[in-house]
Structures are given as C-alpha cells and as structure tokens.
C-alpha cells in the first residue's frame, strides 16, 4: 500500500494542511481506503460514515482556503479535517450508536454527546463509530454483540478492551486519533496492547453527556492517539466544563500541549513514585523489564525515584465490581424497549415484553453484571457490599493522596501482560483481574496514562502514569519523556496488506 | 375482637404536588398543560441512551418555600437517590428522589375539624420527578388492549408531602388535604389541581381498638382525586377495616385502588412482601448545600399564608372568623376580597364572596378569575345599595345579570329601569292607589292588626315592581294609613 | 451464605431478565464466585471511615429555571419500536404489577 498521510501525527498533518500539502478529503481518503483495506481482518468499526465523512471534508477544506487566503491561520480550529474514530457508545446524532448492544442495534440518536460537538466544532472528521465490549464491559472487546476486533500487532491477539476498536483503528492507521471511554482501564488497557496513547482523564475533566453510561461515578470519555501530543492536543479540545453535565468540572482547562512539549526537555525536579504493590510478583518478565528499563532511562532524564505504598488496592478490583455493577443495573435499567431500542415480539403485556426485551437485548456478560449490581444494591445487601465498597473505595483514595505527597505522579505497568490470545481469559474473575492496575484511577477520580515504552516480543508494553487530581499536565510531560525514551523500541504495527 | 369494641381509623397522608416551575426539574423543557403529546420532551426526560440530568434551582427552592410554609426544618446537607424500578412511564428505569435527605422534615399543619384545632405533623418534603403520562387504550387499566405514553409530563418537578400518622378520620383527612392545598397554591409553588392530576393523594389507613397505642396493618389507597373522594375513601376503608376486625378476621397489608363510581375500595396488589427499589446516591447530581442565609432569603420573600391572611382579614376588616378563613384559602377568593374591600365595606364584600359570587361560580362551573366579574362590580352593587339606589333583592337580581354579561351595575339598573323609588309624590301616590284598593286590610289595621301592614308595603312593592324604597314606603304608608282612619 | 437457584431467580426478575433453568444454574454459580472474591471486603476495617460516591465534592450544581426547546415529536419518536400517532405505544399492562 502506498504511502498512508495518516502515518504523520495530528500536529504534522495540521502543518501541511496549512501549507496546502495535504487537504482535508485527502486524509479522510486516506483514512476511508485504509478502513476498506483492513478493517475486514481487523473488525475495528461497527458503522463507517464516508458520506458524513466526505461532506465534513469539504466543508473543512472551504475553511482551510479562507484561513488560509486571509492569513489568519489561527483561525482555523486545531483538529481541522483531522480523521477520528468514536468509541459506539457516544451518540451521535443522525449516526447509529449501538453500545455494541442488540439492544440498541438500530439506535440512531436525535442529539451528540458534547464531546462530539466538541470534537467537530474543532474540525475534527468522524470517520466512523468503534466496536467496544458490550455497554464498555469488558477487558478485550470479545464481549461485542456484533463481533471481535482483532489486536493489528497480531490478528489472533485481542486488542484489550473495552475501547479495543478505538485503539485498533488508530494504531492500523484508519483515524488519526479516537475517542474512547474509560471506567476501569478501557481506554488505557487498548492502548498497551495496541502502542497507542490513552488518557482517562481526571474524573468530570471531559462531559459524559451524550455517552452511554456504565459506572457514572467511575466512566471517563478519554482520548487514544498515535502519540503523546496529538493525546495532548486531543485533551485539550474535548475537556471542559459542560452545562449539561452537573458533575464536570468548572477547573479551567490548560495548555496541555506546551505540558507535552515540556517533557522533551528532561524531568530535572519531577518525583516519580513506584509503588510496591505495583511492581510485586505477578507481572510477566518481559513487561516487568520493559517497564522498569523505561524507569531507569526517566531517571537519566533527570527524574527522581521515590518508593511509595499503596496498601488498600489489593481491594480494588472487588471494590470495583461492585461499584460499577450497582451503578450499571441501575444504569442499564433504561433498556426496556419502550422508546427505543430493541422489543421483543410476541408477549402480550408490557412486563414480559419489557423482561423478554432486556433477556434478548443483552449480552452474558452485562446480565451478569446487572445481577452483581442488583445484589450489591438490594436494601439487606447495601451496608454490607455497595456501602462497604464505597468506604474501602475512600481509603483507596487516601491512599492515593498519600503517595501523591511525597511524588508528582507515580507510575506502574498498564498492564501484566501483552495483549492475550482471543478466547484464552474465559473465567469472568480472571477477566476482570485484568483490570488491576488501572482501576485504581477512577476509584480515586485521578487521571492516568497508559504510554508505549517498547516491545516484548513483538508487542507493545504500556507504561502507565497516574497524577493527582487535574494533574493531566504532569502526566503529558512525563509520558512525552518516556515516549522520548523508547523511540528506539517503538514502531507501528506490520501489516501485511499495509 | 370482643363485640362492641370501638374502633379508631389512623390515617397517614401522602400528596404529592406537580411544581409550577417554567422548566422541567432535571432538563429545560417547557412545563405546560394541554401541549400535544411528546412535544415538550429531550434526550433526558426521554430517558436516552447517554443523557444526563441537571437540576433546576428554581425547584429545590420552592421545594424549600413549601417545607417552610409547612413549618418544617430545613436539612442543610440534602442530596438526590435513585429509586430503581420498571415501569414503561418511567423513563430510565429509576426516579430521582430524595430518600433519606428530604429537604424538609418535622414540620406541622395545623387545621380546624368543628371549630378544634388539631396539629398533623409533616414527617418530609422532598423534591422529585414526575413520570410520564400513560393512557389505555381500552375502558380501563383492566381491559385496555394496548396503552400510550405522552412524556410531555415526564421530569415535572414534583414535591412529596408526607405527614405522620396523626389523622384520625375522614373530616380531618378532607381538612388537612383543603389547607395543604391552600398553602402550596398561597405560596406559588403549586397550582394543586386535584381533578388535572397536578396534586395527588395516598392514604395510609389502618383502624385499631379505641384507646389501643398500637397500629394496625397498613392500608395503601390510590386514585383519590377530589375532597370529596378522600372523605368518602376514608369512610368506606374505615368501616371496611372495622368490619374485618369484628368478624375476626386480619386486615391485609395491600394496596387498593378507590372507586370512586362504585364509592368502594377494590384490591391492587399485596404489600406482605416489602418493595425492593435499590436506593443509591444519584452519582450523576451533586449534593446539596442548603446554606441558612439561603432559607431566610427565602422565608423573608415568603407570601402569606392563609392563617395569617385569615387573621389579617380579621383584624383590618372586620371580618368574622368563618368568611376570613374561606376567603384566605383561595387565592381566587382573597385576590377579589382585596380589590372589591379598597372600596366597599369589607365585611358586606366578604358576604357577598362567601355567598352570591361562590354560589354563581358553583352553579356556572367557571372559576372567578376566569368570570366576567370585576372587582368594580361588586364594590358598585354595594355601593348602590348603601346609597340607597336599589334594594338588596334588587342586586341580587342584578348581580346575575352582571355574572352573565359582564355589563356594570350601573348600566344594568338603567337598563332594566331598575333604580329604587324614593320621590316623596310619586310613592305617596303609589301607597294612595294600595289603600283604596284594599280597604280590608286598611280596616284590619285600624283595629289593632299590625301584622296587616307588611302585606300593605308588599302590595307596594309589587305595584312599584319592587323598586319602592322599604324604609320610605313604611313612613309614608303609616302616615297615609293614619290619615286614613281620621 | 451463597445464592441459591431460586435467589437468583429473584433478583433475575427483578432486574427483568428471564433465564432459563440451566442459565439460571450458570448465573447463580457466577454470582456466588462473585460474592465470594467481593467478601474480602469484609476483612477491611472502614469504622469511621465515610463512603465515597463520587470523586468530586463541589455541591450546587444546578441551572436558571429558563425553559428551552426540546426535540420534536418526530425525533422524540423516530426510534420508537411501537407508536400510536403521537404516542408512544406499548402492550396491555397487567393491573396490580409494581408501579411506584
């Protein structure tokens, strides 16, 4: 395959679109051939809109020629004809959104999540909606309705999950940056498996109206992108406060690109913390190694390395499931084939209909996480599980404060593994131990990177960076360093067709 | 039970009250009756994938206002639950309420049964959300083949009532459910229609032995809809209960829906096994923080309430107990009452309210404020009386004609040739004509017979088509008849 | 103290999910391998120690009471699985089933 303009990063591009080397219906050309070529191995998209995709173009490039005719090249927003990948469980108006859910299989929203007129009041191109784990529970996008992404690194891998078609499609090339969401790691688990960046971003940094929800206290709309200042670039356009969201956050938003860029120049006075319970047995060699040559090189960079504990996260994942399944029974309680979405035929009344619905419309695994969350919320069960949780979860936030007194941000592998082979996690525990090292971000409401720091085998190994409460300017700046650091390791991924 | 043993109803009152808000209480949409169905709805009160709620100040502070108006105390940390079940009016499954954080609680209403007051104290006020409006398709709920959802009503702000279990019968209950309608409705939160659904009641009823300090089995009653219903409802569960406890038998923990054709309760559902609503802290709302200067900013802009207008009207006007307290719990009634009392007799305005004015508005079917009557009308009917223009009767004749038509007194009287007579000639003639005509009666009075005289003036008055003037007609027919027997 | 078969079967119908008796078998043992990996919980000493629901704790969050338009009824109804001209239509409700 010819040489793809979307192998040069979002702040490349913007470049020689102002200088007229590249239009905008070039890259979403080059974004749609690249979809045609290879998502039918990889699987990365549910719905793809050329049409929306070709039309949004020409309105961009329209633009770009007045920009450009009047000199004022600021003018011109900063994600202007740039290709992106939306997560399915982001509405978007007038384009089908599923959840990867047969329940909402012909789902086609009246109205677009903020982050997407966000997103498009930036110039930004949504190419087209990416397959997810159903209703974004999972850990390896398997658990989609509608089928399996592939891991581009390697097709008989998974890509991680839940936002695996987000980080897919960006690390094959198909969009130059993705939108995804993050509960317990699904932004950040994807982009170690598929050497993209991903951002959860500090709770309520980016508005959740418009995204289907999981766990609402735990769901973060995060960006994934080739590298760590399109990431950047990326934040800064989707973060904000939301008058539609009572839980965003009114902190002004920052320059995250200058924070980024500031990474490249060493991290002379940055306190990196290592956690014990991060860094225990229990990682794969490889991985292990991968993370901690990583460390070794941001200490040459002039970082600090400081010894931290976190002793309430082996509690995490348990406080997790509950949390996030008492919050999605409630949460998916909408479902019930009245106003939209799938109804079951044949019941003569409205509670079988409604219960025959839901038993058709949903997956295994999301019946299964209704009934963990049903149970936790039951009036006996509450103190003793959903409120005991909720508890635990305050310590674990302390527990974060306290390591982030003594350190900027402290960092940990995003995951023990490389992406696994598809069908190898069938026990459902196992699968959501996987999520060990990430949920600790959104139980704390602090945001976290997941960034490439080299290969094991042939696949990518995330490094993970977690900060203190609207911290995400620290984190750009560590994570550009660490990308610094593994340039010599990191490639994009071989495809044959490419 | 032993026979002969006396029982006592306990009732528990649940109301629940649509806010008068502009918007919905979680989105912007518009509040407003009567739009076309699923006109006034978005992404939120429509429950869609991904939309997320907003509160509307304006709400909780007339969440607070009625909670004050209650005399309740205000909690200074509230926030908003999730109270999950399924139900195809509501839209995501769960309602937002308040649970254990109502805005208000332990106040008290005081009402008046037979001229006794009695306190019934609130337990909580809390705001919530209303559900959609579900139609069936068929003659009722039974039968109905299909049913239809409008959302235009889904997301109103709605305030829950609760009061303990103070109210010990029917009148009470009609009594509490009247001055906590006057209150909402005196203090703007509310516009309280029981018959359009924007107030609603549940009794909690149970009876048990008189003198007892124990509470029998809880009976849930929907579907009252009007004063009367509550009355009668209460009545019927009452002796339903008795019955029960008197042949031996257990009165049931259940849900049961009022006839109100019928006048019988019927049987809904069993409450033996309690509900499970999984109640949890709405993550996607933040809490409340009820501040004090808050409250008194809002106590300070309070508008009076219907005792204190009762006791104003009282004072100021001279008014008797019974006309203050019907006129100051209608905002209807006191709005005319002042505007009509800045120029007339207040006590005659009042009688006239209670009366003539609430009578025509009963018989007409149309509410005063929607009437053709005018403040100005009543205050010149009076006045014409007083002056002496026209007799009582004669207003009230006019009055209707006022009711119909609108036109002014003034121009009806003229109209109808209706002014009174008191011209010296023209009614000593009138009485001249009366005793020649009647020289038996004349006679009968002659001899003593004073009760002959009132049929002497009505024979006036019917000559005079009752324009005459009685205090002139009486002076000069004594002197007429006196001339008479000379 | 484990979920039984029937246990399960309630919370199954309260969340309104129909299992079949094998399914039902499946989810029960799910639930109660759950159950057990979450009761470690129970070893943690929380006294004093409040319950966190939300990473934030701003309060007053709310908005002017300044009505705005909606959707129209076409878009209110455009992916109704069921309608009756402007409503929303669903199947007979059996009388006496939970309502609020």
Sequence with gaps: MSENVLDLSVHELRRKLLQGQVTAADMVDAALKRIEALDGAIGAFITVDAEGARVAAEKVDRMVTEAVRSGDEKALPPLAGIPVALKDNICTRGLRTTASSRILESFVPPYSATVVEKLQSAGAIVVGKTNLDEFAMGSTTESSAFHTTRNPWDLERVPGGSSGGSAAAVAAGMASAAVGTD??????????????????????????????????????????????????????????????????????????????????????????????????????????????????????????????????????????????????????????????????????????????????????????????????????????????????????????????????CFVSPTSSTTAFKIGEVRDPLAMYLQDIYTIVANLAGVPAISVPCGLHQGLPVGFQVFGPMFGEPTLFRVAAAVEQASAGEMRRPKLEVM | ??????????????????????????????????????????????????????????????????????????????????????????????????????????????????????????????????????????????????????????GIGLIEIVTEPDIRSAEEARAYLKKLRATLVAVGVSDCKLEEGSMRCEANISVRPKGSDKYGNLVELKNIASFRAVYRAIQYEAARQSQVLESGGVVRRETRHWDDAKGETAFMRSKEQAAEYCYFPEPDLMPLEISEEWVEEIRRGMPELPDARAARYMRDYGLNKEDAQQIAESKELWWFFEQTAAKADGPEVAKWLVGEI?????????????????????????????????????????????????????????????????????????????????????????AGKERAISFLVGQVMKESRGRANPQETNRILREELARAME | ????????????????????????????????????????????????????????????????????????????????????????RVPRIIAGEEEG
């Design chain 3, 1 to 88: 103290m484990g979920y039984t078969v029937d246990d399960a079967k309630l919370l199954a119908d309260r969340a309104k999910l129909r299992f079949s008796r094998e399914q039902l078998e499946k989810a029960t043992q799910e639930l109660n391998d759950m159950i057990r990996y979450v009761d470690q919980l129970a070893h943690v000493d929380t006294e004093g120690v409040p319950p966190m629901s939300h990473p934030h704790s701003f309060a007053n969050v709310w908005r002017d009471d300044e009505p705005k338009e909606g959707l129209s009824a076409e878009d209110a109804l455009a992916n109704a699985p069921d309608r009756h001209g402007q409503f929303f």
């Design chain 2, 1 to 154: 039970m032993p026979a002969g043993t006396e029982y006592e109803v306990v009732v528990g009152m649940e109301v629940h009250a649509e806010l008068a808000t502009r918007s919905k209480v979680f989105c912007s949409c518009p509040v407003s009756f009567g739009a076309p169905p699923n006109t006034q709805t978005c992404p939120v009160c429509l429950g869609m994938p991904g939309a997320l709620p907003m509160l509307n100040r304006r709400a909780v502070e007339f969440t607070i206002r009625a909670a004050l108006a209650l005399n309740c105390q205000i909690t200074p940390f509230s926030k908003f639950f999730r109270k999950n079940y399924f139900y195809p009016d509501l839209a995501k499954g769960f309602q937002i309420t308040q649970f254990d954080a109502p805005i208000g609680h332990d106040g008290w209403l005081d009402v008046e049964v037979d001229g006794e007051v009695k306190r019934i104290r609130i337990r909580r006020v809390h705001l919530e959300e209303e559900t959609a409006k579900l139609t069936h398709a068929g003659d009722d709920i039974i039968t109905a083949g299909n049913s239809l959802l409008d959302f235009n009503r889904s």
């Design chain 2, 358 to 446: 609430s009578a025509a508005a009963n018989a007409s079917g149309v509410e005063l404020s929607q009437s053709r009557l005018r403040p100005e009308h009543i205050a010149e009917l009076i006045s014409m009386m007083e002056s002496g223009k026209i007799s009582g009767k004669i207003a009230k004749s006019v009055f209707e004609d006022v009711w119909a038509t609108g036109k002014a007194p003034a121009d009806i009287v003229r109209e109808r040739g209706l002014s009174q007579i008191s011209d010296e000639g023209e009614l000593r003639a009138i009485v001249r004509r009366v005793i020649e005509a009647n020289p038996g009666p004349v006679q009968d009075f002659g």
């Design chain 1, 183 to 408: 509960t317990g790691g699904s932004v950040r688990l994807p982009s170690a498996f598929c050497g993209t960046v991903g951002l959860k971003p500090t709770y309520a940094r980016v508005s959740r109206y418009g995204v289907i929800s999981y766990g609402s206290s735990l769901d973060c709309v995060g960006p994934i992108a080739g590298n760590v200042l399109d990431c950047a670039i990326m934040l800064g356009v989707m973060a904000g406060l939301d008058p539609r969201d009572a839980t965003s956050s009114p902190e002004p938003v920052p320059d995250y690109v200058e924070s980024a860029r500031s990474g490249l120049d060493g991290l002379q006075g940055v306190r990196i913390g290592v956690p014990a319970e991060f860094f225990a047995p229990g990682i794969a060699s490889g991985v292990r190694e991968t993370v901690e040559r990583t460390l070794h090189r941001l200490e040459e960079a002039g970082a600090e390395l400081v010894d931290v504990s976190l002793p309430h996260v082996e509690y995490s994942v348990a406080v997790y499931y509950l949390v996030a399944t008492a919050e999605a029974s409630s949460n998916l309680a909408r479902y019930d084939g009245v106003r939209y979405g799938l109804r079951a035929e044949g019941k003569d009344d409205v509670g079988s209909t409604i219960a025959a619905s839901r038993t058709e419309g949903f997956g295994q695994e999301v019946q299964r996480r209704i009934l963990l969350g049903s149970h936790a919320l039951s009036a006996g069960n509450y103190a003793a599980y959903f409120d005991k949780a909720m508890r635990v979860r305050t310590l674990i936030r302390r527990d974060i404060e306290a390591a982030l007194e003594k350190c900027d």
